[in-house]
């Protein structure tokens, strides 16, 4: 299956699996990359640029495929070492990144003068536009849909998609709410070149976080997810439970004079308790609306295979069908 995602990053199929902070260790990237999509390895999940270099020997010893890394951009006020996770990058061998979260201009050159490609993630066309002009070399469309910071602008990928292929130049995949064959057909009759998945990773048998966390995504319906920071305009989407619920009541009653202390409790530190001790409770953790989509936890090799196997036969049989 060509796409000109799959010609950019030299695999097989084009599906990626979006970093997941927390979740985007060796474990799933190999198997995403051994079953020929492309597994991203998320570098702020690793404490160090060390680390970092550590987690991609790992990888390279589970897969000989490519695989690449994600670097999010925070809005923090103590910056992580960005340089040194982009010099382990690059001393790793690594030649995929996707980077997210803010403008990637600071880390292109030193990227692109090592061969490496890079997918900017963005919500929004005018953010897209921006990174095709700064040198991205693809784009992922994250629409309203996607777990996790959908941005502010609301727009979900019917709109965003078709939007982006009127716009953009540069080779996009879809972003949110990507669950199977019929999304990745979806999206690429929308214009896209392929698919990000998040959520649907996560629900996979080798994800490494606690079995809690799949069960919750199998159990959850399209109608479990909530949007919360809205007032801080660092939307994210997360799975409900009882701190979602309490962190909105705070929301509304505190309104536009809410600081990131009132919700701290909620939303601190919270990842590794929820991800590897299964405490569900725990705070506010990202989700996508595509969990009323899931329904199992297959590996991920199972899953790449279904998704392009229910595709080829969609194609086949149903669209061609209609034009025959
Ligand atoms: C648990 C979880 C953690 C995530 N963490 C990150 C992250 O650290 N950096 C990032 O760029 N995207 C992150 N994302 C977003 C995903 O990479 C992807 O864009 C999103 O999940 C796509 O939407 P979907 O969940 O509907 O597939 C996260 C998503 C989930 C579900």
């Not at 992580?80 to 382990?88: C, E, K, N």
Request: aromatic fraction near 4%; include cysteine.
């Amino acid at each position: 299956m060509k796409t000109r995602i799959t010609e950019l990053f030299g695999i097989q199929y084009p599906i990626v699996q979006g970093g997941m902070h927390c979740v985007g260790l060796a474990p799933l990237a190999a198997a995403v990359s051994n079953a020929g999509g492309l597994g991203i390895i998320t570098a702020l999940t690793l404490p160090t640029p060390e680390k970092l270099a550590e987690e991609i020997r790992r990888c390279r010893e589970m897969t000989d495929k490519p695989f690449g890394v994600n670097l999010t951009f925070l809005p923090s006020v103590r910056q992580p070492d960005y340089p040194g996770y982009v010099r382990a990058i690059i001393e790793g061998g690594v030649k995929a990144v996707e980077t997210a979260g803010n403008n990637p201009e600071r880390v292109l050159p030193a990227l692109h003068d090592a061969g490496v490609k890079v997918i900017h993630k963005c919500t929004s066309i005018r953010h897209a536009l921006k990174a095709e002009r700064i040198g991205c070399d693809a784009v992922s469309v994250d629409g309203f849909e996607c777990g996790g910071h959908p941005g502010e602008d609301d727009i979900p990928n019917f709109i965003l998609l078709p939007r982006a292929a009127q716009e953009l130049k540069v080779p996009f995949i879809a972003s949110g709410g990507m669950a199977d064959g019929r999304s990745l057909v979806a999206a690429m009759a929308l214009g896209a070149d392929g698919i990000n998945m998040g959520t649907r990773f996560l629900a996979t048998q080798e994800a490494p976080v606690h079995q809690n966390v799949k069960d919750a995504i199998v159990k959850a319906s399209e109608l479990d997810t909530r949007l919360v920071l809205r007032p801080l305009r660092n939307t994210e989407r997360v799975l409900t439970n009882e701190a979602v619920e309490r962190l909105l009541v705070k929301e509304r009653e505190i309104g536009d004079k809410i600081q990131f202390s009132d919700i701290a409790p909620e939303v601190a530190g919270v990842y590794p308790k929820v991800m590897y001790q299964g405490d569900m409770n725990a705070g506010a953790w990202s989700c996508g609306m595509v969990a009323g989509l899931i329904d199992d936890v297959p590996t991920a090799g199972e899953l790449v295979r279904r998704i392009v196997e229910q595709a080829q036969s969609i194609i086949r049989s149903r669209l061609g069908a209609l034009a025959a």
